[in-house]
Antibody, heavy 125, light 111 residues
Framework: EVQLVESGGGLVKPGGSLRLSCATSGFTFSNAWMSWVRQTPGKGLEWVGL??????????DYAALVKGRFTISKDDSKNTLYLQMNSLKTEDTAVYYC????????????????WGQGTLVTVSS | QSALTQPPSASGSPGQSVTISCTGT?????????VSWYQQHPGKAPKLMIY???KRPSGVPDRFSGSKSGNTASLTVSGLQAEDEADYYCASDAGSNNFGVFGGGTKLTVL
């Protein structure tokens, strides 16, 4: 059974930093492409970014709103995904989910399949 | 890309069927055969209910079905049950190396 468990959320002041973790089990993490998606009441579901598997280059891609401020990484030895968030803004307040991305016979599809339970990040002074 | 268009609300009585639409463009829903649907209860994470337009993951009741015609995908819930009351979101592939597109969500009420 695929399990994704996020941690690290909390209250942080504007301009501050936070690192989220996502512990995974139930699938071969080293072969997986992973993503972070956030959700706010007003804006619905919103991409944060993704990271490819090491065999596919291990590169990252980010949504425009977070590019240059957020960094996604993965530690295959610990089956854990990370999201380093710097220069946080009030508009980054959201529930952050880690997700797997499905692998099909045509390649990886960049929409989520399995989701973690989410962790709340509140950016406020 | 713009968000996929879903009705903000839908409703039905227990035992009835309800269909939720998800309208995109030829650059997403109409151009690719990968649309997913997620169910989200209050305070919970989204749960995958349908993938690849009409496939159900193991454990999802066969009361849930998906389809697509042109630029519009649909989720049908048959034999509505109280526990089906939730928010439902669609998402569509938008091509290789592009982030997929999400719908704005539909609140399903079981009357």
């Amino acid at each position: 059974e695929v399990q994704l468990v996020e941690s690290g959320g909390g209250l942080v002041k504007p301009g501050g930093s936070l690192r989220l973790s996502c512990a995974t089990s139930g699938f071969t993490f080293s072969n997986a492409w992973m993503s972070w998606v956030r959700q706010t009441p007003g804006k619905g579901l919103e991409w944060v970014g993704l990271i490819k598997s090491r065999t596919d280059g291990g590169t990252t891609d980010y949504a425009a709103l977070v590019k240059g401020r957020f960094t996604i990484s993965k530690d295959d030895s610990k089956n854990t995904l990370y999201l380093q968030m710097n220069s946080l803004k009030t508009e980054d307040t959201a529930v952050y989910y880690c997700t797997t991305l499905p692998i099909t016979i045509f390649g990886v599809v960049i929409i989520p399949d399995y989701w973690g339970q989410g962790t709340l990040v509140t950016v406020s002074s | 890309q713009s968000a996929l268009t879903q009705p903000p609300s839908a409703s039905g009585s227990p035992g009835q069927s309800v269909t939720i639409s998800c309208t995109g463009t030829s650059s997403d829903v109409g151009g690719y055969n990968y649309v997913s649907w997620y169910q989200q209860h209050p305070g919970k994470a989204p749960k995958l209910m349908i993938y690849e337009v009409d496939k159900r993951p193991s454990g999802v009741p066969d009361r849930f079905s998906g389809s697509k015609s042109g630029n519009t995908a649909s989720l049908t819930v048959s034999g509505l049950q109280a526990e089906d009351e939730a928010d439902y979101y669609c998402a569509s592939d938008a091509g290789s190396n592009n982030f997929g597109v999400f719908g704005g969500g539909t609140k399903l009420t079981v009357l």
